[in-house]
């Protein structure tokens, strides 16, 4: 037969799958390694998504979202983040984050092109670049400075083919988050280097000390900026698809060209559940933030009590603790975290080389999850005899 | 206040969730978090840690009924009088002045059905200023105090996820 893509080859094939394979399989695992809330989208959303379906909206919608919605997605924005976007032409509502990266990255890119990605970084950038015949260029950054990259650090790796730049902030997986000045810094050197930004905010909602910082609202930034988000981490609601693009016309007209032959529209459904979380949502949004930052101090508590040293995260629901005393790579303590004390952890370097030597622990775990798993950590820790 | 309401929302879940866990959710000092409980307690903010039992599954049957009482306010007694009364009592769980078509909402838990109706009858409606009883019989429980009791699906969440 014929050999697939070579497109392929450079995607990893994840070796990292049969570890998960085992611990989807094994009963009884205290799992931190999950990435999306452990709660149920809240009552009164679900119920908006069952009353559409009640009601026969079980059909295709315009192609670039609800109109409904995409009002309700700019007055939030504007609302909280003082940013302008016209729901006519500047919005396009696609079937979560997930969707947006794609289809953008292959209207954004030119085989060559390069886009600058930070790590440790979430899993999907890169693959999504290489999908779209572009180059991924990765900027390592350190826990001494809360995993957040320098401008330095960037301007290093631009070349003349440099596209753009993806942040991820909050960050999957460090809980990193960059402060108004930094994002700024940030902003001049993509002015000046004439690059878009990709800004992945999916967890805007969840922060803990400090206010998010919308990366199109600094000063010229807007046109530059596709921001993507959505509901999947703010409302609980990953089961149902439903996230959102915003950028300039040109942009988003043609992400809307291929959403359309490619996706057609995200689930009425989900969207009309989306507009009861934008009208609604806020309390019981602001709920689930207040329980995780509970979760997040006793965390952080527990991996310290246990001798791992972790910088305090203050975004997103991870934590991205050292395990450098324990003499183990990631990849083996992970393994034998979850052979010895059924705890799985997701091995940092799965998020990029300088995420070696870290692991990835979610709170989105009840608090006595937690304190079980930090207390089979320390043990763990304390079996080492380091 | 924060700090009240963060403390307070950990304990009305688990009551018995420890100081120094609390102290971790909350980022005080153990010391902090215990003066701070003391003087809830002390103003009965907190009134009185209790436990949710399943006497079912250690066999032991209850029989739960709702009253509802019409109170003939003729009578002098008004529904303070009336509701403190019936408060009294230690088969009565709750009882509760409400708006609407009756006037007190009374939770009752004996042994039997019987028991049940013998104490509405000798207990309740004795009472002079007790105009009219209607007596529901509780068929099963689903959620109590804030926290469901039957058995949940898990929703089907992946154990690992990046
Ligand atoms: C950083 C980041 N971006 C995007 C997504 C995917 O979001 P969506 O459910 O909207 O596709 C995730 C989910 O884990 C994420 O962590």
Redesign the pocket.
Known sequence: MKPISKRMEPIPASGIRKFFDLILSTPDVISLGV??PDFVTPPHISDAGIKAIEEGYTSYTSNWGLIELRELISEALKHEYGVDYDPHGEILVTS???EALDILMRVLLDPGDEVIVIEPT?V?YKPCIRFAYGEPVVVPTESSNEFKPTVEDIEVKITDKTKALVL?YPN?PTGAIMAKKELEAIANLVNEYDLYVIS?E??SKLTYNGKHTCFSSLNGMQERTILLN?F?KSHAM?GWRI?YACGNREIIEAMMKVHQYTMLCAPVQSQLAACEALRNGEESCKKMVDEYNRRRRLMVAGLEEAGLECFNPRGAFYTFPSIKKSGLSSTVFAQRLFDEKKVAVVPGNIFGECGEGFVRCAYAVSPEDIVEAMNRIKEFMEELGV | MTFIMDVLEILEKNARTPTDEIAKMVGRSVEEVEDLIKQLEEERVIHKYKTMIDWEKVDREYVYALIEININLSEGEGYDGVAKRIAKFPEVRSVRLVSGAYDLSVVVREKTLKDVAYFVADRIATIEAVQRTVTHFSLKMYKEDGEIVYQRDEGGRLAVS?
């Open positions: 990435g999306e979560g984050v997930s979430y999907s991820g999957n992945d999916i967890y959505g999947s990953t996230g | 990046l």
